[in-house]
């Protein structure tokens, strides 16, 4: 907590609880230090209208909650978006295969896609 007095990026390690996904542990956590945003590291650099390997298949920069819901994106787990979408704390997912790479957004660098109300 005194490291986001201070204004820092603070990582947390996003270890289930039984019978939970990381991705809902990572939610619980951020929500419950209120968290400004929810950074996902994956695979891939972002959220895609398909999977990657179809030809037809577009990044998102930005997509509201609804339209996550709407298209039924494979963004994390329902029980994890959910929390985000009822206390209003954003989400970007980009990727994190390289060393050094993470986390990105520095010098106006693109942060794969964002989830926001």
Sequence with gaps: ?????????VILPA???????TDT?????AVEIKADV????????????ATQ???NARRFKSLSFAEVFSRRL????TTGLHPLEENG?????????KKGQYPP?????????????
């Design 1 to 9: 907590m005194r490291h986001l007095e201070k204004g820092r990026v």
């Design 15 to 21: 270890a289930p609880a039984t019978l939970f996904s």
């Design 25 to 29: 542990a990572a939610v619980a956590s």
């Design 38 to 49: 929810i950074m996902k590291a994956t695979q891939v650099d972002g959220i895609y209208s």
């Design 53 to 55: 390997e179809r030809q």
């Design 74 to 77: 494979k963004v994390m787990d």
């Design 89 to 97: 704390l954003p989400s970007s997912s980009s990727t994190c295969t």
């Design 105 to 117: 957004g520095g010098a106006g660098e693109e942060i794969g896609t964002y989830v926001h109300a």
